[in-house]
């Protein structure tokens, strides 16, 4: 029975994953079909379509929230998050100090270190709550807001398949039940100096991957304002190629430069720093038992995440 | 001045507005509304956005019309020529193509000036409050990782210094190792600390929502429907009105499950700020002007293409646009009637705890 | 001991441990063994014993975060208020148990005053009329009307743990529990808290159970001694005077009496008097003999003329002027915010003074780099957990050094430090894993492994037991010896009687005096108990005091039976108490 609730919800929230990340996906290449598919209706729609996409991209995150949220994060994860988030925000105040290129961030690096040691899940609500602290605090709240938190989030939560993913691929798991993506990525006693160097050298691939993406997926908000569909690209002969070469001269134009700095800054940041934070936070998860709840626990059900025997 | 959430509410309508129309007349006006509800509105403790509205317009507005301007070749109003051999720009270059790329430009200045009065009006405390009870745990979140910016700041202060006491230089990226890391590990530390203590007070509470699977399946529900809805509405416009419909019942779903999930959630709050008649008005208005903006789609529409002409003014629109103004007519009425606004300064709160 | 009509006369008790026994998850060895006592309501109790003994485990046992929050086995039992906390978690216990921590700094999720108030009432869904009621009653219990608006982060350390205070109150606990609420703090706004706290038991009958390292201050009004032994795991409880009579642990007043054997135990200054009123001491000795036994001769080693320095506008050393020989131990104190720890900052580089001169061996000290200074100056700051991130300890040691570059050639050799430290047995343990006084020593380790010729060393025992304390002036006498000057900032006053060879005061941005320990003890602030129990003895120590009254002869085989005559009222027929002055029953100071 317990197994069977388990295995249920773990097909809900994996599909919670799937159309998720599809409504973002295609909030993201809208753009570039609608012109081509839909020719008439683009131009008397394409004023809506940065609300609706806004007001989608969003239901995406609230669900996400939902679910990963829900009622069941302890005390010790709602601090942890907000510790972290905090030390975050004060780490990128500091970068403003220094002369940095444009665009490098150095919140990324800690999303994926700490998605990487704390599970996906963790990984995810820390991304989606530093971006909302850092637009809070400066006064960027936005529409664009929505993509960004959901962008962050996603870089925290794949740092943290990256986890079990390694585990699985280094050790068969054997008895444990492995739940990508939403695991708390249980710690094996092996944290052999090969591995650790791996998964640093693969979070920095995704780091570089996540900076570019980030921006990508931010400027599809602007898009529509700096080229939307108009009637100009239905002249005979423009198909998806020409929108999307359109798209990515706006997108070299305006933020590639930017998106490169902060790729190249995350990978920085990870390659330098990764190793000893990852150490650290290992360290400290090991010294207070720390495991994020999973799903299906009730919040205030210490006793169990305490692993108390009366 | 008025509840956060009715500041969204307003930001979101001009949102609305200034995405609905390319007309340039009816965007000035919304520009003009911005820019007079960000004067007369009072700071509240809000942060101001380190651009100015103004600023952002300086670039904004040149690069997307220049964008336009080089990328589109299409418009009858030729300016001058490029040669064909460029990869985008080659082609004419056409006044059309320009006034597009300059009303966008416009466009986007006026969605950042109303997130920017936003920012502006709402203090941070209010905005985490905006939270809904499903979300409560990410409110607390948000509040400790505020409470806990100053008291890190200070810890990073002191751990340079406690590092150069020991010989320690920062020259290069890797140097910011020391620092870091004991920030992060004693921030951790400390929020072991205040978990236990957050415990102690109480939090936590076991909910009783006893299917927790029986909501994520609805939750899946919701986000089919969204996106099947979506994709009919995007490419098959023969089935618009199902596709809305479809839309509309796929964020009803997940907004029950949100709200399932708030009923959860044993909390009352401190400070509930009560609605006011200014509330109710601002939402009125934008009202007004959500209703013009979603209804009226040729009244707004315009296109400079193929040839650039006047664009049309109508004055219901307009009219209906200035909805977006009773924040700032409220906010004058409320000084004109009360010449002492009572700001609880910390004074008169000290003297008011002495009586 | 006191007779209390209407107290201690329940048949239920409040607090009922019934064979408790505690095991943290991964050890061994239980943490609490086969603990059995009773509170009754309205009792103020306080639970003593060294660090590591168990009090804060057996305070966590009361509201159920032992074992909800730690996880570890329990067995036995604990009823508070009617309710199982070990089995109902604290949750539900936080209505009766109100719990206040150790660290001002981590116990806030709001940021004003009065919202934190509200938090644990939010959560627990009072209505919000209710909610106002309460929140106003916890601010006005704790003095806290005038801060209601402010912004947490704005408020100094006492007051900070007043509103956790308050915020516990809001709840109407019927037990309120604090686990070492003044440790972090200086000693007046320990003294405001404590006070507070005494006011809240005896105006309000809130029954409190406090654990303290600072047992002098709260003593004689409390109902109950608690004493965790870390060495039997046994737990003595009872009346203070009868639980103080049988351990080590105790303030230096109630050392020396049980020393002389005075009887019954005095636990105010006052209370002590009487006895010592009876007693003839003999006139202060010269302080140069006291100074001889410790500092070493020698002119000045560093010298710090005409200081000023100004912050923002408002002008913080205005004139500052000190000397500090070799092998001395000068001792700084003053009021918060005179500029302690800016003189420090100075010293070391951090901050550059506006003008005056710093000079160590006849070298100007001002304009170096922190970098360079701190080969001969060793800083320890008032956090010393900010400099530790290697994961050894030994580790520790060789990142300073290899800052300097004498990672080949250390001045000192570093498996030679750790010995003296008292480290050696935990080189390859992670630091942060080791108790606080173990971590401030692998601090020390860090920044005095270049040997440096001056040590400056700020606030140092704060939240250190007796036991660490001595340790600490054991370290610092050994490198007295090797000719370091050691410039010590601290409030505490057994400190500076025990290991000060001078005393320097700072207000007002100058020194105001600077003495050797012994003149400054007729000042009633900064005497210590002894000094205040013997007026014009020039004792500063229960070692002092016991040596002056045994070359007396007088009075230290027993109490003089005046004496007990003028505290109990009755004439006693025991005659010459029992002798009870062995140098093993000297407690720690």
Known sequence: ??????????????????????????????????????????????????????????????????????????????????????????????????????????????????????????????????????????????????????????AGLTAGWLRSLASAVRRPRSGRVSRPGVGAGHLSEDCGQARTRWSILTLCIFGFIWGLLYGAIVNVYFWPFAGGPAEQTWAPGIGLGETLARYAAFYVVTSLAWDLARAVGNVALILLLGAPMVKALERFRRRFNFEVGDIGQRAGSTQEEAGIRV | MFDARVWLIWALTTLAAASSTRNPLYIIVLLLITTVVSATCPEGEGRRAPLSPLRFATFAVPLSTVFNALTVHFGDTALFRLPHWLPLMGGTITLEAMSFGAVNGLTLTVIFSAFSVFNQVTPVRDLIKLAPRAF????????????????????????????????????????????????????????????????????????????????????????????????????????QTGAVGTMIVGAALVGVVVWLTGRGVRHTVYRARHWTLGDSLVLAGCAVTLSI??????????????????????????????????????????????????????????????? | MRSHPGRGSRQHPLVLFDHLTYTFPGSSVPALDDVSMEFQEGEFVLVAGASGAGKSTLLRCLNGLVPHFTGGLVRGEVCVAGRYPVVEGPHNLSRYVGFVFQDPEAQFVVDRVEDEIAFALENAAVSPAEMRLRVEEALHLCDLAPLRNRRVDTLSG????????????????????????????DPQSAEDILQGLVRLN??????????????????????????????????????????????????????????????????????????????????????????????????????IRNLHFAYNGRPVLQGVDLQIARGELVALMGRNGSGKTTLLRCLVGLVRPDSGKIEMRGESLIGRDTVDICQDVGYLPQEPDDLLFADTVGEELDITLRNHGLH???????????????????????????????????????????????????EPTRGLDYRAKLELVRLLREWQAEGASILLVTHDVELVAQAADRVALL????????????????????APQVARLFPGSGWLTVDDALEGLGSQGAGISGSSPDARRALTGDCDSEGVGQPRASSSERGGT
């Open chain 1, 1 to 154: 029975m317990m197994t069977q609730r388990l295995t249920s919800r773990r097909l809900t929230s994996a599909a919670i994953y799937l159309l998720s990340g599809a409504l973002g996906l295609v909030a993201f290449i809208y753009p570039f079909f609608v012109p081509v598919v839909a020719p008439d209706r683009a131009w008397a729609h394409g004023q809506d379509a940065p609300l609706l996409t806004a007001a989608l991209v969003g239901f995406s995150v609230l669900a996400l929230m939902v679910e990963l949220q829900g009622r069941s994060l302890s005390a010790k994860t709602v601090a942890m998050l907000g510790v972290l988030v905090a030390v975050t925000s004060v780490l990128r105040f500091l970068e403003t100090a220094f002369p940095m290129p444009g665009g490098f961030s150095p919140i990324f690096a800690p999303i994926m270190i700490a998605g990487y040691v704390f599970g996906g899940r963790f990984g995810f609500l820390m991304g989606t709550f530093t971006l909302l602290a850092s637009a809070l605090i400066t006064g960027g709240v936005g529409p664009w807001l929505p993509y960004q938190m959901y962008t962050a989030g996603w």
């Open chain 2, 136 to 239: 409560h745990e990410g409110g607390v979140v948000l509040s400790i990782a505020l409470t806990f910016i100053p008291q890190t700041a200070r810890s990073l202060n002191r751990i340079r210094d406690a590092q150069a006491v020991r010989g320690h230089r920062v020259r290069g990226v890797r140097d910011w190792v020391p620092i870091v890391v004991p920030l992060l590990v004693s921030g951790l530390e400390r929020a072991m600390g205040l978990a236990e203590a957050m415990v102690a007070r109480g939090y936590g509470a076991v909910s009783n929502e006893a299917q927790p699977v029986r909501s994520a399946g609805v939750l899946v529900l919701g986000l089919l429907a969204l996106l099947g809805g979506w994709l009919a509405y995007l490419f098959r416009p023969a089935w």
């Open chain 3, 507 to 526: 207000s007002q941005g100058e020194i105001i005096a600077n003495e050797p320990p012994g003149l400054l003890t007729s000042s009633p602030v900064f």
């Open chain 3, 158 to 185: 006492g007051e900070k743990q007043k509103v956790a205070i308050a915020a516990a109150l809001a709840m109407r606990p019927r037990i309120l529990a604090l686990d070492e609420p003044t440790s972090q703090l």
């Open chain 3, 408 to 458: 080949g050639r250390p001045p000192i050799s570093p498996d030679e430090l750790l010995v003296r430290l008292s480290l050696e047995d935990v080189k390859e343990r992670y630091p942060r894993d080791l108790s606080a006084g173990q971590r401030q020593r692998v601090a020390l380790g860090a920044v005095t492994v270049t040997r440096p010729d001056l040590l400056l060393l700020d």
């Open chain 2, 293 to 355: 903006a979603l209804t009226q789609p040729t009244a707004l529409q315009y296109s400079p293409y193929p040839r650039l002409e006047l664009p049309p003014f109508a004055p219901f629109v307009g009219l209906g646009m200035l909805g977006l103004l009773v924040p700032a007519v409220v906010t004058m009425g409320h000084e004109a009637t009360a010449p002492q606004p009572a700001k609880p300064t910390g004074q008169q709160a000290h003297l008011k705890a002495d009586h």
């Open chain 3, 202 to 303: 005896q105006e309000l009958g809130v029954t409190i159970v406090l654990a303290e390292h600072r047992l002098e201050r709260v003593l004689p009004y409390v109902d109950r001694l608690v004493y965790l032994s870390s060495s039997d795991r046994g737990v003595l409880s009872g009346p203070a005077r009868r639980v103080l009579s049988e351990i080590d642990l105790s303030p230096p007043l109630v050392a020396l009496a049980k020393a002389i054997g005075w009887d019954p135990l005095p636990l105010t200054v006052k209370e002590g008097r009487r006895f010592a009123a009876q007693i003839p001491y003999p006139s202060p000795r010269s302080s140069g003999q006291d100074a001889g036994l410790r500092a070493a001769s020698g002119d000045a080693q560093v010298e």
